[in-house]
């Protein structure tokens, strides 16, 4: 709901959605056009649009209408640009009305809603002219300041035309019952303004003070419906359509308002002392209702004990009878199925024979034949084992003699060859130890074949590799002994003993 009309400027068509959804009371948009938009321009859905060339108000050039419908225009040079924006949407307008005298001269506050749009829709029949002339020759302004001057004019007419109680009934807007317009007919000095009580429980009331408040109501509703034909008669032509008038609130004086709530109070109170009266009456026959359920219950459950009692020694002479025939019956059962169990017992164990003499003849015949089989069986493997192991023996036997004569074969044609390798192992091994002796720095070479000429010569180089080492070995010791032994030689005989020279 508004409290004022207004209309506003935004910077692009694209928030003219989002500020009409915000703004309750923005009737009039005046978009920019961005540089974005230099070529073309968009018209939003849900608004009324005017184009302007140069300032100028241009029709659209397909439907000649002033109102351009949604859409994007393609190829409009900068000058052509949408100047104002108009909402279609219904708007609800509030006009409290203050200090309005009542045929009573009572002073009251009324609030009005007024519910109206903006005409020129052209799938309604509407003029799209009445557009232009709402934007240029009344506005959200002056709209706003009409109204407010209408609707004060036209509250304060009708609450000079009603009482108080009237003006308070003519709030709400709601139907009137048929039964009270039929009552409506009564004196209205009030003669035959009986009591009743609501069907909800809502208290006793007055028949003629709920005549009159349905009579307010109606009365309301067509004061209301002969403002809206009024005001739309005044604003159509400027291209505003009324479409309903409601009286929202009516604020009566204090002092009316108590005097009002007392009223309710005590018929509030008589209904309260009504109901008390009822219930403590039907508390009472509902006692005495009890009490005479509770005796019949009584007359009738003694009355139902002696039948049943009556019943039940009926019942147990039949029970007892079919129990003697129960026992009677039980007894032939048993001696019959006993008769049936002895025979039952003998055919089963001549069965039973016969079938284990069956079972061991079977027994018998299968054990024979798989004996029989078994030997045959074994005998057969037997003959066949003899047989391949005598193709084996023959076959083995060529074969270690096709093996001997390969092998001698072979050994005939490669004798030569393993000669010939022999020799060249014997080479190589002598030249292992060539290499050998060659690499060792401690081997010396004689040209004499002499032994005392040999060791001499071994002394001697044992003996020149421990003065160049400059240590007294084992070698070296061993190497002197020999010399010195080497040196009395002359002197001594062959038995150790010294000779004369």
């Not at 003669?191 to 408040?213: H, L, M, P, Q, Y």
């Not at 709530?261 to 009822?278: G, L």
């Not at 089963?348 to 024979?368: C, G, H, P, W, Y």
């Not at 071994?458 to 160049?468: E, M, P, Q, S």
Request: aromatic share 4%.
């Amino acid at each position: 709901m508004a409290d004022q009309l207004i209309s506003s400027d935004c910077n692009t068509v694209g928030k003219a959605v989002h500020m009409l959804s915000e703004e309750t009371g923005l009737l009039v948009l005046r978009p920019g056009r961005p540089i974005s938009q230099f070529f073309y321009f968009t018209i939003p859905s849900g608004m009324y649009a005017l184009v302007t060339r140069h300032g100028a108000d241009v029709d659209h050039p397909g439907l000649k209408s002033a109102v351009w419908p949604a859409g994007l225009y393609l190829s409009q040079p900068p000058w052509v640009r949408v100047s104002n924006l108009v909402t279609m949407q219904s708007v609800v307008f509030d006009l409290p009305v203050k200090g309005c005298k009542t045929k009573d001269n009572v002073t009251v506050q009324m609030d009005v809603s007024i519910v109206f749009r903006i005409l020129g829709d052209s799938s309604r029949g509407e003029d799209p002219e009445l557009v232009r002339t709402f934007v240029h020759r009344l506005g959200p302004r002056g709209l706003q300041q009409q109204l407010t001057d209408a609707m004060d004019e036209a509250v304060r007419g009708i609450a000079r035309s009603m009482t108080h109680t009237e003006v308070y009934g003519a709030r709400s807007g709601g139907r009137v019952n048929s039964a009270l317009l039929d009552a409506s007919k009564m004196d209205d000095d009030g003669s035959a303004a009986e009591e009743t009580k609501d069907d909800v429980f809502e208290g006793s009331s007055n028949v003629i003070d709920k005549i009159a408040a349905k009579k307010a109501s109606q009365k309301g509703e067509d004061v209301t419906e002969k403002m809206r034909v009024i005001l739309e008669r005044q604003f159509a032509p400027q291209g505003v359509g009324i479409e309903d008038v409601m009286i929202k609130s009516v604020t009566l004086p204090a002092d009316i308002t108590q005097q009002m709530q007392q009223k309710t109070m005590i018929i509030s109170a008589n209904a309260q002392q009504r109901m008390q009266h009822e219930n403590e009456m039907q508390t009472t026959r509902m006692n005495e209702q009890i009490e005479t359920l509770f005796q019949t219950f009584h007359e009738t459950r003694e009355a139902e004990v002696t039948s049943g009692e009556e019943r039940v020694s009926r019942e147990q002479i039949l029970l007892n009878d079919a129990k003697a025939d129960a026992k009677k019956n039980e007894a032939n059962i048993k001696e019959e199925y006993s008769l049936k169990i002895d025979r039952l017992k003998a055919d089963t164990s001549l069965e039973v024979q016969r079938i284990t003499d069956n079972m061991t003849f079977e027994l018998e015949k299968m054990e024979a034949d798989a004996k029989k089989a078994a030997a045959e069986l074994k005998a057969d493997t037997q003959l066949q084992v003899q047989t391949l192991i005598s193709e084996a023996s023959y076959t083995a036997a060529k074969n270690n003699a096709q093996k001997f004569q390969i092998l001698s074969e072979a050994e005939g044609k490669i004798a030569p060859w393993l000669e010939k390798k022999n020799q060249f192992a014997t080479k190589e091994k002598e030249m292992s130890v060539y290499n050998s002796l060659a690499e060792n720095k401690d081997l010396v070479i004689s040209g004499s074949s002499n032994s005392d000429i040999n060791m001499i010569s071994i002394a001697d180089a044992i003996l020149h590799a421990n003065n160049h080492a400059k240590g007294n070995s084992r070698s070296a010791l061993i190497a002197e002994l020999a010399l010195m032994n080497k040196g009395t030689a002359p002197y001594m005989g062959d038995n150790g003993e010294k000779t004369e020279l």
